[in-house]
């Protein structure tokens, strides 16, 4: 691989990741100019492709990162349609479950698909649209090397999780739950050009924390073991 775009929604999330592959701010293209959208790139070095990163940015409105569904779909094609890619990577943090043995601080690799649990269309082609199951790349192998565990993404639009996509969830197979990879991949598949999630874990769904105190405890921690892995995984993906 030569060319891989990472999208991430929290600058929490992405700082130490933009600071290890030593990325600058560069412009992004003139028509989105109004989307809060950060794009940081890093040129390739050695076996490491080179990278585009593009954070969600802050909502002016509320003065908060742009997380969520819509905001990563904008993203992702300001920075596909800044050139052709070999990969997109959708990073971050997300929540797992006891259920599956997960631990705050695991890192995940999206396998076999990334899906929706919170757009349900029950109407006849709607339905399959809602989920939304995106096959991911394979990258199981590299996901041995460096420690990771693989499971199915499963996005949905509130940090929450209700008792309707608890069971959407249970019936989906969903391991790791967050808010934007079925966006990215989504608009990734438009273009034609394979997707994977790399999620780190700051919440575990079943608990009987608050989801929020966890991840409020929990989210340098996570990204910091996001930063660590996803440089090797970058790294690696030279050998692609
Ligand atoms: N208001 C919060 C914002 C975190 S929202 C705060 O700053 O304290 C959660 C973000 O982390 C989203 O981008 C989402 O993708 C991810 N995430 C982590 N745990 C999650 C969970 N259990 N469910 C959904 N998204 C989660």
């Not at 100019?33 to 002016?60: C, F, K, Q, S």
């Not at 259920?99 to 601080?105: F, L, V």
């Not at 790349?137 to 608890?166: F, H, N, Q, Y």
Request: charged share 20%; with cysteine; glycine share 8%.
């Amino acid at each position: 691989m030569e060319r891989v775009a990472i999208i991430m929604a929290m600058e929490a999330e992405a700082a130490p990741l933009r600071a290890a592959l030593g990325a600058t701010a560069i412009a992004g293209p003139a028509w989105a100019a109004a989307l809060p959208v950060r794009l940081a790139h890093a040129p390739a070095a050695g076996t490491r492709p080179e990278v585009l990163l593009a954070v969600n940015g802050t909502d002016p409105a509320t003065g908060v990162d742009c997380i969520g569904s819509t905001a990563a779909a904008l993203s992702t094609q300001v920075a596909l349609s800044t050139g052709s890619f070999d990969l997109v990577v959708t990073a971050g943090t997300a929540g797992g479950w006891q259920r599956s043995n997960a631990e705050i601080g695991d890192v995940y690799i999206a396998w076999p698909h990334i899906t929706c649990h919170d757009r349900r269309i029950d109407l006849p082609g709607f339905d399959q649209f809602g989920r939304a199951d995106i096959s991911t790349a394979d990258l199981r192998l590299l996901a041995a090397d460096l420690g990771c565990r693989l499971g199915i993404v499963t996005t949905g639009d509130s940090l929450d999780e209700s008792p309707t996509d608890c069971e959407r969830i249970l019936a989906n197979g969903g391991k790791v739950k967050e808010m934007e990879a079925a966006a990215v991949a989504w608009v990734a598949q438009l273009h034609d050009t394979p997707v994977t999630a790399v999620k780190a874990i700051t919440d575990l769904v079943d608990s009987p924390v608050a989801t929020a105190t966890q991840f409020t405890a929990n989210l340098a921690a996570a990204a910091e073991s996001l930063q660590a892995t996803m440089v090797d995984l970058i790294d690696r993906l030279g050998d692609q």
